[in-house]
């Protein structure tokens, strides 16, 4: 039962990381380039959440805008590892915890 505990809590670490992220990469994106995040971004400057706030950085469109700043670049790295350390972490997990109860 302690292992549940530990992967659930990597796997609750990474999506609040990817999220923490994610949220300071687009509001540094937004006060840099108001008239692009206008354009390009649905929803930039209203409240509610939207999947197009982070994915729109995950795409090539964005990638030589951002290659241009080192610190929004920094964050875009940062953001794509996680996000890909979040879509793999939970099927791990739950294959290595299902080996073990079988086992």
């Not at 530990?6 to 999220?19: K, P």
């Not at 971004?41 to 090539?60: D, G, Q, S, V």
Request: with cysteine; proline share 6%; aromatic share 14%.
């Amino acid at each position: 039962m302690n292992e549940v505990y530990q992967f659930l809590a990597l796997v609750l670490g990474v999506w609040f990381a990817c999220f923490i992220q994610s949220h300071r990469l687009f509001y540094k994106f937004r006060a840099k380039y108001p008239e692009i995040a206008q354009r390009d971004i649905p929803r930039a400057f209203e409240t509610c959440e939207h999947p197009e706030k982070l994915l729109y950085f995950l795409r090539r469109d964005s990638r030589e805008l951002l290659r241009n700043d080192p610190e929004l670049w920094s964050l875009r790295q940062q953001v794509k590892f996680l996000a890909i350390l979040s879509i793999i972490i939970p099927p791990v997990a739950i294959a290595y915890l299902l080996r073990s109860v079988i086992s």
